[in-house]
Structures are given as structure tokens and as C-alpha cells.
T-cell receptor, first 114, second 116 residues
Framework: AQSVTQLDSHVSVSEGTPVLLRCNYS??????LFWYVQHPNKGLQLLLK??????LVKGINGFEAEFKKSETSFHLTKPSAHMSDAAEYFC????????????FGSGTRLSIRP | EAQVTQNPRYLITVTGKKLTVTCSQN?????MSWYRQDPGLGLRQIYY???????DKGDVPEGYKVSRKEKRNFPLILESPSPNQTSLYFC???????????????FGPGTRLTVL
């Protein structure tokens, strides 16, 4: 069965330090992978997406993610955290064979310490 | 401005009183979807629509209905709401879903529903 797991429900980092939000998926098919961000009391906004082109994907606000097929992972990183990065982040997966099926991870809340 | 709108943004109602949450997009998107967001569970898909008059169940369709009579609108109907439907609801749309491509979804601002 297809699934997506965000390994941390909450991550806290200091401002200016690197961010790592982890996402693993399980799929029998080639996936499309996405990261969305949700700021408090806001809707969701696309950060970046992987759709079988380059495995290292760059997104908005300095975020990037690397698709690693051998590890079935799509971790989100940023070299230097900013206070405005505090938000909830969702890893999302869909598959070509049933492309109308979209699965969200349970979310990772990112807190930034001054 | 390209956007997905939802109304109402906040709603408090009582058990059994039928309600409709509207969703409209102005981007000529084919695909529309409804999600509910609950703490610790992420977003779960309720229903989706590939195009006009084409709808299908997502992961948690029980207690909900939808219709897609026009491309731009995709209302969510709760015929007899119950307290376990208290949640934050999001409507989303995208250009298309299927084949070898998937387009990003654009989300509405959310509707916070409380059923007493």
C-alpha cells in the first residue's frame, strides 16, 4: 500500500542554523513528491515539487529537497533558518498509476528559537 | 487575482442541521478536491472531482456529499452534521491530475467548522 511518513511531528532549531524535515514514502510506482507549508491560520502553499526530473529540487524561500529512490526519502532542508520559517510543513505524495490519489503526511511543526 | 475562495470561513452549527460549504476557483482548473485537517492527522481527502459531473470518494467520504455542476464550483454538503465532523476544511484545485503529470494544488483559506 502507498503511504507517506513524516518522521518528526515537531522540530525546533535556532535561528541561523540548518533545518531538516524528514519524509519517507512507500510506493510500488514512481511517485511525484511535494512539500507544502502552512503558516498559522493560513491555507497551504507549495514549497517545491519533484516530478521525475532533477533529483535535487529547489523551492521558494531557500528550501530544497532531494529525492533518493534507494532510501524512498524526500527530506526538506534549508541552510539557515529564519524566524518566518516557523510553520507546519506537509510532505505530499501522488502516483502515476492512480494520479487522482493524493496522500498527505501528518505534518511537521517547525519552531525557530531566537 | 487567481484564487480559491471558500465560504463561510467560520461556522458553528448544531447536530443534524444541514449545511453547505462553498468552494469556487477562477483558474479554469479541472481538478478540485476537499480535505479535512485534524491535529496529528495531516490533511485527509474527502472527495475529489476530475471534471464537471465527475466526482469520486477520497479517504474519508462518510457523512459528506459533493456536486460539480460547473467547472468553477465544488460545494461540500453535510446533510446531517455530527460532532465528529468538527474540523478545518480546505478546498483545493489544480489544472489536472493524471497521466504522466501532476500539477500543484492551490488551496483555499479554510473553513473552520464546529458541530455542537
Amino acid at each position: 500500500a502507498q503511504s507517506v511518513t513524516q518522521l518528526d511531528s515537531h522540530v525546533s532549531v535556532s535561528e541561523g542554523t540548518p533545518v531538516l524535515l524528514r519524509c519517507n514514502y512507500s510506493s510500488s510506482y514512481s511517485p511525484s513528491l511535494f512539500w507544502y507549508v502552512q503558516h498559522p491560520n493560513k491555507g497551504l502553499q507549495l514549497l517545491l515539487k519533484y516530478t521525475s526530473a532533477a533529483t535535487l529540487v529547489k523551492g521558494i524561500n531557500g528550501f530544497e529537497a532531494e529525492f533518493k529512490k534507494s532510501e524512498t526519502s524526500f527530506h526538506l532542508t534549508k541552510p539557515s533558518a529564519h524566524m518566518s520559517d516557523a510553520a507546519e510543513y506537509f510532505c505530499v505524495v501522488t502516483w502515476y498509476s492512480s494520479a487522482s490519489k493524493i496522500i498527505f503526511g501528518s505534518g511537521t511543526r517547525l519552531s525557530i528559537r531566537p | 487575482e487567481a484564487q480559491v475562495t471558500q465560504n463561510p470561513r467560520y461556522l458553528i452549527t448544531v447536530t443534524g442541521k444541514k449545511l453547505t460549504v462553498t468552494c469556487s476557483q477562477n483558474m479554469n482548473h479541472e481538478y478540485m478536491s476537499w480535505y479535512r485537517q485534524d491535529p496529528g492527522l495531516g490533511l485527509r481527502q474527502i472527495y475529489y472531482s476530475m471534471n464537471v459531473e465527475v466526482t469520486d470518494k477520497g479517504d474519508v467520504p462518510e457523512g459528506y456529499k459533493v456536486s460539480r455542476k460547473e467547472k468553477r464550483n465544488f460545494p461540500l454538503i453535510l446533510e446531517s452534521p455530527s460532532p465528529n465532523q468538527t474540523s478545518l476544511y480546505f478546498c483545493a484545485s489544480s489544472l489536472s491530475v493524471g497521466g504522466s503529470s501532476y500539477n500543484e494544488q492551490f488551496f483555499g483559506p479554510g473553513t473552520r467548522l464546529t458541530v455542537l
